[in-house]
């Protein structure tokens, strides 16, 4: 899936990658993607609410080894 920007939040644990996560998305567009790449366990819960309750898109998760991949379309 294209991305317009990418976030590395591996190895921060909660609440850090949604923290870094609201900070990149107040800089792009609407309609444009984010990419973030998280390792902490619980940001797989916390994206999904964090996006829905912002008005974003949660459009896939995708899970490579240890590393969660999440593409969030700002609304």
């Keep these: 899936m294209n991305a317009d920007k990418v976030l590395d ?3 921060l644990a909660c ?5 870094k996560t609201r900070k990149e998305m107040k800089d792009m567009e609407s309609g444009q ?3 973030i790449l998280a390792t902490d366990k619980g940001a797989k819960a916390d994206m999904t609410a964090w996006a829905k309750s912002g008005g974003h898109e949660l459009l896939d998760i995708q899970e490579d080894g240890d590393v969660l991949k999440f593409w969030i379309q700002k609304g």
């Design 9 to 11: 939040s591996k190895g």
């Design 15 to 19: 609440p850090m990658p949604i923290v």
């Design 33 to 35: 993607v984010l990419e």
